[in-house]
């Protein structure tokens, strides 16, 4: 059974950094997507970046160049590094992944596995 416990997030100024991580266990290879979304109150949930098996990364306009997503295949974690964090920034962010072999993509509905969710606040 595949788990995704997630750590980290927690309120920063503007300016300021903070690291998620998300500790994934029950797959049998590396080959699957994995990503981090955000949801604002009263927004959608939004993928921020993705990274599959073979380290191929993506992000949205407004985090490229501030946000780095890393997967740390013998420890089997997934990060997300936020830095110059936004007010924009604020939501709870969730890791999440796809059944094995799938590619990444954008819809949210399309993965099936999910962290408990970690709160991030930057204040202005």
């Known amino acids: 059974q595949v788990q995704l416990v997630e750590s980290g997030g927690g309120s920063v100024q503007a300016g300021g950094s903070l690291r998620l991580s998300c500790a994934i266990s029950?797959?049998?290879?590396?080959?699957?997507?994995t990503a981090w979304f955000r949801q604002a109150p009263g927004k959608e949930r939004e993928r921020v970046a993705y990274?599959?098996?073979?380290?191929?990364?993506a992000y949205i306009e407004s985090v490229d160049g501030r946000f780095t997503v890393s997967r740390d295949a013998a420890k089997n974690t997934l990060s997300l590094q936020m830095n110059s964090l936004k007010p924009e920034d604020s939501a709870m962010y969730y890791c999440?992944?796809?059944?094995?072999?799938?590619?990444?993509?954008?819809?949210?509905?399309?993965?099936?596995?999910w962290g408990q969710g970690t709160q991030v606040t930057v204040s202005s």
């Open positions: 999440a992944s796809r059944f094995p072999n799938s590619r990444c993509v954008e819809d949210a509905t399309n993965y099936k596995y």
């Open positions: 990274i599959d098996g073979y380290g191929r990364s």
């Open positions: 029950g797959y049998t290879d590396s080959r699957y997507c």
